[in-house]
């Protein structure tokens, strides 16, 4: 199991940008299929960005796609998100998720059930 930490959360302008981190101990996260999961007011969560083993591949919620990047750094036991440009419908808490890759592999990218390791999440607010 791993357990997950978020990071670098907060407000900002329209149009502005912020990186997340998770840190993650217990079980190294080279085995594990990674995803930042995020919840508005009165929606259901819905994974933003996802990250397959080896970082290789990513795929994103229709929303976010070309400004928001995922990233993974094993070496750090880290996954990190970087928004750009954010809209105030990007409000929302944020969380880190993951799930182990082994036997199945990482197929249900957008199956938030999925997810069995969560962080805390942490608040981004975007204003207008």
């Known amino acids: 199991q791993v357990h997950l930490v978020e990071s670098g959360g907060g407000s900002v302008q329209a149009g502005g940008s912020l990186r997340l981190s998770c840190e993650a101990t217990?079980?190294?996260?080279?085995?594990?299929?990674m995803a930042w999961i995020r919840q508005s007011p009165g929606k259901e969560r819905e994974v933003a960005a996802f990250?397959?083993?080896?970082?290789?591949?990513?795929s994103y919620a229709s929303a976010v796609r070309g400004r928001f990047t995922i990233s993974r750094d094993d070496a750090k036991n880290t996954l990190y998100l970087q928004m750009d440009n954010l809209k105030p419908e990007d409000t929302a808490i944020y969380y880190c998720?993951?799930?182990?890759?082994?036997?199945?592999?990482?197929?249900?990218?957008?199956?938030?059930?999925?997810?069995?390791?969560w962080g805390q999440g942490i608040q981004v607010t975007v204003s207008s």
């Open positions: 217990g079980d190294p996260i080279s085995d594990y299929c």
């Open positions: 990250i397959y083993v080896g970082g290789g591949s990513q």
């Open positions: 998720a993951a799930y182990s890759s082994l036997p199945a592999g990482c197929s249900r990218w957008s199956h938030v059930p999925a997810f069995r390791s």
